[in-house]
Nanobody, 128 residues
Framework: QVQLVESGGGLVQPGGSLRLSCAAS????????IGWFRQAPGKEREGVSC?????????FYANSVKGRFSISRDNAKNTVYLEMNSLKPEDTAVYYC????????????????????WGKGTLVTVSS
């Protein structure tokens, strides 16, 4: 059974940093597409950063986070991370880890969509 558990959210001041973790179980996270999404109050969920785990490697970053956020994975721990730097109030959202073990999602440098399994999310609040 696929499970994704996020951690690392919290309250941080503008300009600060946080590292989110997504512990995966029930599948090997380096073999499937996996990534981070977020949903701010009153807004639609959006892709933040994704890794393509099959058919060659690719990494997606939303334009709004390029140069500030970095996605990585630790295969030994079956965990994916999102390092977030220079945080802004507009980064405030619930951040979700998502993966696709059915092979229907798309991850390219320009797009990330179609994930089929989701974690419960972790809240990130950027405020002074």
């Amino acid at each position: 059974q696929v499970q994704l558990v996020e951690s690392g959210g919290g309250l941080v001041q503008p300009g600060g940093s946080l590292r989110l973790s997504c512990a995966a179980s029930g599948f090997s996270s380096d073999s499937y597409n996996i990534g981070w999404f977020r949903q701010a109050p009153g807004k639609e969920r959006e892709g933040v950063s994704c890794l393509r785990g099959i058919r060659g490697r690719a990494t997606f970053y939303a334009n709004s986070v390029k140069g500030r956020f970095s996605i990585s994975r630790d295969n030994a721990k079956n965990t994916v991370y999102l390092e977030m730097n220079s945080l802004k109030p507009e980064d405030t959202a619930v951040y979700y880890c998502a993966a696709d073990v059915r092979g229907i999602s798309v991850v390219t440098p320009e797009h990330c969509y179609g994930m089929t399994s989701w974690g419960k999310g972790t809240l990130v609040t950027v405020s002074s």
